[in-house]
């Protein structure tokens, strides 16, 4: 883990769209890290999509794999967002393609014996034109919390449209003041719970 001065984010945002087409997901996972910015916390934004994460359970599934990559990346960071829209009340199959790649992470361990996600923090950010992001980032929140990391309190920030309704996060003229505040809570708390974890860290 870093230190508390230079701690760092990594935000793998699973939309369904390549780059660089427009993405709800994209504008709500970059407030996120706004607000992380804020606390004290660098970071980067990587769209999933736009790499060949293949499918799989191991860390390197080998033949170009681009996960070994991201998960270099993300052994660095010290907090992950797991950006997501909404498709059939699911999180998207980019996001379930994530969690099954980190699920490699319970066969590998660090000098300690512990899994490498123990002592990082995860949060979630989940946008979809009708409801269900409660179900979403309790979807996530269990997967992730499998695999080593640790949720903070108000951990996920989401955006959903009336049901039976086209409108999309991105065609928004104006984000909503209940999502900035919330999005705010989630930056500050995780980057709270991302400087303690290094002073008292998970016993092997």
């Known amino acids: 883990m870093n230190s508390a001065k230079d701690l760092r984010a990594l935000a793998l945002v699973c939309t369904l769209t390549p780059s660089p087409a427009h993405s709800s997901s994209d504008?709500?996972?970059q407030q996120v890290m706004d607000q992380f910015a804020a606390n004290g916390v660098k970071?980067?934004?990587i769209r999933v999509v736009d790499h060949n994460v293949k499918p799989g359970v191991a860390v390197d599934m080998g033949g170009g794999d681009a996960w070994p990559d991201l998960r270099a990346r993300l052994l660095k960071a010290d907090i992950l967002l797991l950006a997501t829209p909404?498709?059939?009340g699911h999180p998207s199959s980019i996001a379930q393609r994530v969690l099954e790649r980190?699920?490699?992470e319970?066969?590998?361990t660090d000098d300690n014996g512990l899994p490498h996600m123990y002592n990082k923090v995860a949060t979630v950010a989940v946008v979809?034109?009708?409801d269900g992001a409660h179900k979403v980032s309790a979807d996530l929140f269990q997967a992730l919390n499998d695999v080593g990391f640790t949720i903070p309190a108000g951990g996920v920030t989401y955006w959903v449209g009336e049901a039976m309704h086209g409108t999309d996060f991105k065609d928004l003229h104006e984000v909503p003041d209940t999502v900035t505040q919330t999005t705010?809570?989630?930056?500050?708390?995780?980057a709270h719970l991302a400087r303690l974890l290094p002073e008292s860290p998970y016993p092997a």
Do not use: F, R, T, V
């Open 27 to 29: 504008p709500l996972a």
């Open 43 to 45: 970071g980067e934004i």
């Open 86 to 88: 909404i498709w059939l």
């Open 102 to 104: 980190l699920d490699g």
């Open 106 to 108: 319970l066969s590998e």
């Open 128 to 130: 979809g034109n009708e």
């Open 184 to 190: 705010k809570q989630l930056a500050s708390n995780a």
